[in-house]
């Protein structure tokens, strides 16, 4: 019954957010500056800030897939009066050998972008420490920010707006996965009520057995 409960509930999360986001989309961007930021007050809206990219320490997130095809997703800072922010520019297919990054129009001058505001970056699980490199599995903004020198934000920004870049800016609904967590909850309440079932069955013939 807990377990049936708690897939219920991460249907129920996933359907308050997806809900939240839609209203985040409809309403007007917040904008974004070098001010310090509160990052719990500006999750899930629909953010955009204008500067420059700094196209040095862009970051290809490897092994993420569009409609079955495999490739990468950019991620670059956005340089916003000395202080920068990181944003996931959108996806790229990966080429036929893995040696070889496809190339990534990055425009130049100032910029804007819209998107919304993410608290990290996707993650997956990795074996190890990860080596710093032009492509990777994770990013962690602390690690980032010490590694690079670059004072950044605490917040990422999923780009929504257009670019002239050929970047796939498709990205996952976080209420994928409802229906799955609602199988799931019926599937551990059906075991819950079919062990209680089972329970007095196998005791009333107990009872009559003696």
């Known amino acids: 019954m807990a377990l ?15 809900a939240r986001l839609e209203q985040a989309l409809r309403s007007p961007p917040i904008e974004i500056g070098a001010a ?4 719990q007050a500006l999750l899930w809206q629909r953010v955009a800030a204008r500067g420059t990219w700094n196209e040095k ?12 095809r495999p490739g990468y997703e950019v991620v670059t800072p956005l340089r916003i009066d000395g202080v920068h922010v990181l944003v996931n520019r959108g996806w790229v297919e990966a080429g ?10 990055t425009p130049g001058g100032e910029v804007s972008v819209d998107g ?5 970056l996707p993650h997956v699980l990795e074996a190890g420490i990860a080596a710093p490199g032009k492509v990777r599995q994770n990013i962690e903004l602390e690690a ?12 990422v920004i999923e780009q929504h707006s257009p670019s002239p870049d050929g970047l ?14 609602q199988s799931y909850s019926l599937q551990w309440y059906s075991l819950a009520i079919l062990s209680i079932v089972l329970f007095f069955a196998l005791s009333f013939r107990r009872v009559r057995a003696r």
């Open 168 to 181: 796939v800016r498709e990205w996952p609904r976080p209420d994928a996965g409802i229906e799955k967590h």
């Open 4 to 18: 049936g409960h708690w897939q219920a509930g991460r249907a129920a999360e996933k359907r308050a957010l997806a």
């Open 57 to 68: 320490y862009t970051v290809y997130l490897d092994n993420k897939l569009r409609r079955g």
């Open 36 to 39: 310090p930021l509160d990052p």
């Open 116 to 120: 919304l505001a993410l608290p990290r």
């Open 144 to 155: 980032f920010q010490r590694e690079s020198g670059l004072k950044l934000q605490p917040i």
């Open 96 to 105: 036929r050998s893995r040696e070889v990054l496809p190339q990534v129009a």
